[in-house]
């Protein structure tokens, strides 16, 4: 969904940023060749590896902004190495955006709001650039909220539940999907009756089904899980992209609930996409071959940029007409659930294209694993090769499953299992500081599932083929 502000920033880009600049040429590509918002399907497309990974920090950034005010937020690319990424107060000012249709969008009303920032904090972007959209959102609407800064920490989290929430009208609490659903269930347990203090959710970093959010709101408490959820599509990369709208989540249950709906929107997948609307004036998707590609600026501006997601994007009218040929009357469903129509375009993401698993909103690279069972310690008894995916258990808790291959005539053993169960921990811990942030407020040991496999295993470690790192669900 290519306007001419895309088209506007290419050109302002291709000749003012040095990176882009000789991005383009070292593609061989004229930018006279781009007159109309048609020709821009031709611009070469970036990502991590072919642009940020090969030019200059400085030759990537407006160079007016060097001189100006950035905050840096830090994220692992696709190879598993940190990339900082600048952004200037533009991304925060267009994300107050969202935050302040969510807190005027409370089906508890109006009154004095406690937002809890569960986000981890420090060079990832989730906690503070979280919290600096609710600064503003809130200053802007003149809305009596207070934040807490807990960042990915239960024990804070579970003392301003018990001291300070009861003071407020209504609580947000904002974290990764498996945070809050560790919060949801150890409340009782740490004298916390979530039902009494109104409690919202704002999650992001990964997708989650509806009966997550059902589990969620209704052990919560929560009034209105489409008023009272939301979901961010957000990155290091560029901020939060997109997000939930009410609208997004009726829109979503319906499709759920009848299987050829869900086939016309987001095509013949297995997994739940998530589903967020999106400001054009701030950002602008496109699909490639099922791929996503957004064009945003900020004090580093990305174009035709490759994020890692497949996914697609359809206008309001797009989507709107798709669920009228099923028999629906969207206007209709939303009057009925008293949601309000926001006429912006969609955007779904359904699974990452790289190589990572995501666990407490965390990208898990192989590098990571790789690091723990390369111990020599384990070199007669393990290949080194495996196999890792993030699964649910019974009580849809996450975890990390990680399926290692013996060596020939190698037989597992407890002490084998302890041996590479420690190697796997430590070996997160020392690749992935985001990883280290969240063992050092839960047992994260818990987190991780040994399973071991024989030699060759058809299912894993076919012989001949190349290894498939990271499985998805």
């Known amino acids: 969904m290519i306007d001419k ?69 830090s994220s692992s690319g696709s190879t598993g190495i940190p990339h900082y990424f600048p952004r200037n107060q533009i991304l925060a000012h267009q994300a107050s955006y969202m935050a302040e249709e969510f807190l005027k969008n409370s089906s508890y009303g109006e009154g004095r709001t406690l937002a809890i920032m569960g986000f981890g904090m420090g060079v990832w972007i989730g906690g503070v650039f979280t919290m600096q959209a609710f600064e503003i959102a809130a200053e802007r609407i003149k809305k009596p909220v207070a934040i807490l800064p807990t960042g990915y920490n239960q024990a804070e989290v579970f003392k301003a539940l018990r001291r300070l929430a009861p003071e407020y009208d209504q609580v947000i609490i904002a974290g990764y999907p498996p945070f809050i659903k560790e919060i949801v269930d150890e409340a009782e347990d740490e004298g916390v009756n979530l039902k009494k203090l109104n409690v919202r959710f704002v999650f992001a970093a990964e997708a989650f089904s509806e009966m997550f959010r059902d589990y969620v709101c209704e052990k919560a408490g929560v009034k209105n899980p489409l008023k009272d959820t939301l979901n961010i599509y957000g990155s290091a990369d560029i901020g939060a992209m997109a997000h939930e709208t009410p609208l997004c989540i009726l829109i979503r249950r319906l499709a759920m609930e009848h299987p050829v709906l869900f086939e016309d929107i987001f095509g013949q997948i297995e997994k739940t996409p998530t589903l967020a609307q999106y400001n054009p004036d701030f950002i602008q998707f496109e699909m490639n071959d099922n791929e996503i590609l957004l064009t945003g600026n900020s004090a580093m501006p990305l174009i035709r940029y490759a994020i890692g997601d497949h996914g697609g994007v359809l206008s309001f009218e797009q989507l709107e007409k798709k669920i009228a040929e099923r028999g629906f009357d969207l206007a209709k469903l939303a009057k009925k659930a008293g949601v309000e129509i926001t006429k912006r375009p969609f955007v779904f993401v359904y699974e990452r294209t790289d190589f990572s698993t995501n666990l407490h909103g965390i990208n898990i690279f192989p590098e990571f694993v790789k690091a723990g069972l390369g111990d020599k310690k384990l070199s007669k008894k393990v290949t080194g090769k495996f196999t890792m995916i993030t699964k649910y258990d019974a009580n849809h808790q996450q975890y990390l499953r990680v399926n290692v291959e013996l060596m020939k005539k190698a037989s597992p053993d407890n002490e084998l299992s302890e041996l590479v169960h420690r190697a796997v921990y430590e070996g997160l811990v020392e690749k992935s500081s985001e990883f280290g942030e969240v063992a050092n407020s839960i047992d994260a040991k818990d987190l991780i599932q040994i399973s071991f496999w024989e030699n060759g295993h058809k299912k894993y470690f076919t012989p001949g083929t190349k290894q498939k790192w990271a499985e998805k669900v």
């Not at 291709?14 to 593609?27: C, G, I």
Request: hydrophobic share 40%; glycine share 0%.
């Open 5 to 73: 502000k895309s088209v506007d920033l290419f050109k302002k880009a291709s000749e003012h940023l040095p990176a882009y600049k000789e991005f383009l040429l070292d593609n061989k590509f004229s930018a006279s060749s781009i007159k109309t918002v048609a020709d821009f399907k031709n611009v070469p497309i970036t990502n991590k590896k072919v642009y940020l990974q090969k030019y200059s920090q400085k030759d990537l950034v407006w160079q007016q902004d060097l001189w100006a005010q950035i905050l840096y937020c």
